[in-house]
C-alpha cells in the first residue's frame, strides 16, 4: 500500500508531546511485568549475555509478535485516520485471535486494556472512546495504540517506529534484570536494535494482513514453558 503524506509529515508540537507521553517508561501500562518468553530463555542457557539479548529481540521484532503487531498497528491507524469503524471492529477480532499463547494474549491485551484507559482519560477523544466502548477488555496494545494515534493526529510512521522501539526497549530492560547485564550493556543492545527496529517498520507498513504471517516456533514454546517455570519474575 503507498504511504500518504500525512502518514510521514513532520511531527507538531502537540502530536510530540502525545507520542512522547504515550511511550514514556511512567506510561503506566504494566510493560515491566513482561519478558515475552525471555524469562525461560535465560533458564535454559538460551540468552547469557548482550549478544544473545540482541539476537533474541531481533527474532521477536523481524519473526515474532513485532512483525504482526507492527502490521496491525498500521491497519489500525489507516483504519482510524479513515473513520473506518467497521474495519477496526474487525482488526480487533483478528489481532486478539492472533496470538500464539496464553501468556501473550495477557500480555498484549492487559498492556491495551491499560493505554486505553488512561489514554481515554488524560487525553480524551470521542472517537477512540466509541471505539474502547465497543470492545471492553478485548483490544491489544498495539491496535489500541495504533488506533490511538489515527484519530489524535500522530503520524503513522513515527507513531509505529516508537512502539517497535519501546517493544524493543522493554524486552531489553527484562532481560538486564535476567540475565543480568549492566546499564551500558542495555544501552549498547538498545542501539544495536535501531536499525531492526527501523526495518521491521519498513516491513508492517508494506504488509498485506491477508498474506502475513510469522515463523519463530522456538519463541512460542519458551513462552508456553514460561507458565510452568517453577520461579518467575515476570507474567510472560
Known sequence: MAITTTEIEPLATGALHRLLAWLSPAYPVGAYSYSHGLEMAVEEGRVTDRATLIAYVTTVLRA???????????????????????????????????????ETALESLAQGQAFAAVTQAAWPEPRFAAFVARHPRALTHALAFGAAAGFQGVPLRPALAGWLAGFAASLVSAGMRLVPLGQTDGQVATAALQPVVEAAADAALAAELETLGTAAPLLDLLSMRHETQYTRLFRS
Open 64 to 102: 515474532g509478535a513485532g512483525r504482526i503487531d507492527g502490521a496491525l498497528l498500521v491497519a489500525a491507524w489507516r483504519a482510524a485516520a479513515a473513520g473506518e469503524a467497521a474495519r477496526l471492529d474487525e482488526l480487533t477480532a483478528l489481532a486478539a485471535a492472533w496470538r500464539g499463547t496464553a
